[in-house]
């Protein structure tokens, strides 16, 4: 037998309903935002950009007053296995770093190779007991590829965790330069140690403001003997080992090896002065794989030729 659906249990089922839409709309509302036209979905990550840190996709927030990458992937091509700028902003250069590990180096060789600039390893810090190290090639390399034509720069390898020790390789690097000048910045190289090495390195634990005091103190003492300075770093160390922010005083060399097809130009999110593109490339006069760079120099235009002259003035 049917039986009737009274009005008042509808009435009843309704208002529940109604009730039930109206507690969801509530508990769903922080996920909501109203716009003119549309209700759209509040981005978790509002205010960040994702990047690519070498392990892997992440979030940053863009850190305050540092410039972002100038460039982009469509200036850059691969000619003979080698990255080429065709933006129209910059002249950019080309370059070696090398050290002991590419003993003897037949300068003429290199330059006549249209090698334009090299950076030369003037001495390092051992990462296990932290003792100060010459680099035995660093003299001849320094002289005869200034003899050849080059513009030079020296960097420093360091494994500092103090910034007293940073202070030291600073001073280190300033001895051993004598009444030499170079063309270009000196540069501040701190690494992470190989993952076979990590164990036992001083540096293992270094946490990101003590890296980044160690860079500051180098880079202001080296600034104090009236030189430019730069700071060298991959982008693990770009992204999670230094607060960009305190080195904006100073150029970045930023590291990136090439992997064609896909990344043949410096992806990274933040502005950079030079880009290291290889660590196994082969340049004539240089036995075995040796690092190979690139030094991006602004074009001067009217405008900012009358910029620099009216800064001058004042």
Known sequence: MKTAVRPRTVLLLLLILVIGIALGLLVARPLFRNSADDISYIDPHEGQVQVYDHIGWT????????????????????VDGSPVYYGTAYTALRGVDVSEHQYDIDWKKVADSGIDFAYIRIGRRGYTEGGLFNDPWFEKNYREAKENGLLVGVYYYSQAISKAEALEEAEFTLNALQDRVPDLPIVYDWEYVSNEDAAIARTRDLDMETRTDCAVAFCERIKQAGFDVSVYFNRQIGYHGYDLSRLTDYSFWFALPINPPDLCWPSFYYTLDMWQYSISDTVPGIEGPVDTDMLFRPVSTPDSANEEAESADN
Do not use: A, Q
């Open 59 to 78: 979030w940053i927030t863009p850190l305050e007053g540092v410039d972002v990458n100038p460039f982009s992937k469509e200036e850059f091509r691969l």
